[in-house]
C-alpha cells in the first residue's frame, strides 16, 4: 500500500487504470465511453482534495528496497467531511482494481487498506456511495457495510436510470457516552 502524493509518472498510471476500469464497464463515476480528459480532470480534483491510497503488485526488489513498488493494482480516496461534527467520519470513493486482476482479493485488500488508512487518521465510521445494479452492496457487504440510505432513479445515465445507494461501515467501537 501506498500513500501521499503521486509523481506524474505516478498520476499516468492512475489515468491509465482508471479509463480502463470504465472501459471495462466499472461503475467509478463515469460510463464506459467516458473521454480521458474528462477522467483526468476529475483524478486532479481529487489529488488536490482527498487522501490517495494506492495498492501496488509486490515484486522481490521491494521485498529487498521498501522504496520500491511494482505496478498499480489499484487504488481509492479517503474524504473527511469539512463539519466538525462528522470530522469521525470518512468517504470511500472512486475505489478501483485492475479489471484484469479480478477474482483475486485485491479488492477487499484495497477496501483494507482504505480502512486501515481511515482508522489511522482517527475516523471511526466509513461511507461509501455506489451505483445500483453492478453488484457492489454485496462485495461491500462481505466487507462489513450495511445499506444506509437509497436514492432510488438517482443516477441518470444515457443506458438509463440506477439506484444510488449508500452504505456505512464502522471502523471503530461506538464511544460510550455517560448518562
Not at 28 to 53: I, Y
Request: some cysteine; hydrophobic content about 40%; aromatic content about 8%.
Amino acid at each position: 500500500m501506498l500513500t501521499g502524493p503521486p509523481t506524474d509518472a505516478d498520476r499516468s498510471e492512475l489515468l491509465d487504470l482508471w479509463v480502463s476500469v470504465n472501459a471495462a464497464g466499472g461503475a467509478v463515476g463515469f460510463e464506459a465511453s467516458a473521454p480521458q480528459a474528462d477522467v483526468a480532470r476529475v483524478l486532479d480534483e481529487h489529488l488536490g482534495a482527498d487522501a490517495l491510497v494506492r495498492l501496488v503488485h509486490p515484486t522481490m526488489d521491494t521485498f529487498y528496497d521498501p522504496s520500491s513498488y511494482g505496478a498499480l493494482i489499484g487504488f481509492g480516496f479517503l474524504h473527511r467531511p469539512t463539519a466538525s461534527v462528522a470530522r469521525h467520519r470518512v468517504s470511500l470513493l472512486r475505489v478501483m482494481t485492475n479489471p484484469a486482476l479480478r477474482g483475486r482479493w485485491f479488492g477487499r485488500l484495497l477496501v483494507a487498506a482504505l480502512h486501515g488508512q481511515a482508522r489511522r487518521s482517527s475516523a471511526e465510521i466509513a461511507e461509501i456511495d455506489y451505483r445500483g445494479g453492478t453488484g457492489l452492496g454485496e462485495f461491500y457487504e462481505r466487507c462489513g457495510y450495511a445499506e444506509s440510505g437509497r436514492v432510488v432513479d438517482g443516477l441518470k445515465f444515457s443506458f438509463g436510470y440506477r439506484d444510488d445507494v449508500s452504505m456505512t461501515c464502522r471502523l471503530t467501537p461506538p464511544v460510550q457516552q455517560g448518562r
